[in-house]
Nanobody, 124 residues
C-alpha cells in the first residue's frame, strides 16, 4: 500500500515555474512507477509524465517535453514534477499517481494509488 500527498501548486504568471512534489508513504516506493496527471474543468484526466521505479526511465506527453521534468528520490520517498515556461493552458489540478509495478504506462486506469491533487493556475 502506498499513500501519496502532493504539494507545491499555486498561482503563477505565464512563463513562470512551479515545482510539484509527491510525498509517498510505504516501503515499496522504489518498486512503484509514478505518474503525474492533470485535469482541467470540464476535461478528462490527462497524462503528463511518468518515471520508472528506479528513476532510469521517463516518458512525457508531447506538451510537457522540453518544459516539464519528472524526477524521484527513492531514499526520501518523493517524486517531483518541475514545470517551467508555464502557459495558461497548463491550468489544472495536478495529481500524483503510483503503480504497483515499476514499468511505465500513460493510462490512468493502470495506476493503483492517487493523491488528492494540487491546483496549478497560470495567469496570462
Amino acid at each position: 500500500q502506498v499513500q501519496l500527498v502532493e504539494s507545491g501548486g499555486g498561482l503563477v504568471q505565464a512563463g513562470g515555474s512551479l515545482r510539484l512534489s509527491c510525498a509517498a508513504s510505504g516501503r515499496t516506493f522504489s518498486r512503484t512507477a509514478v505518474g503525474w496527471f492533470r485535469q482541467a474543468p470540464g476535461k478528462e484526466r490527462e497524462f503528463v509524465a511518468t518515471i520508472s521505479g528506479s528513476g532510469a526511465v521517463t516518458y512525457y506527453a508531447d506538451f510537457a517535453k522540453g518544459r516539464f521534468t519528472i524526477s524521484r528520490d527513492n531514499a526520501e520517498n518523493t517524486a517531483v514534477l518541475q514545470m517551467n515556461s508555464l502557459k495558461p493552458e497548463d491550468t489544472a489540478v495536478y495529481y500524483c499517481a503510483g503503480r504497483s509495478v515499476s514499468t511505465l504506462t500513460t493510462s490512468p486506469d493502470n495506476y493503483n494509488y492517487w493523491g488528492q491533487g494540487t491546483q496549478v493556475t497560470v495567469s496570462s
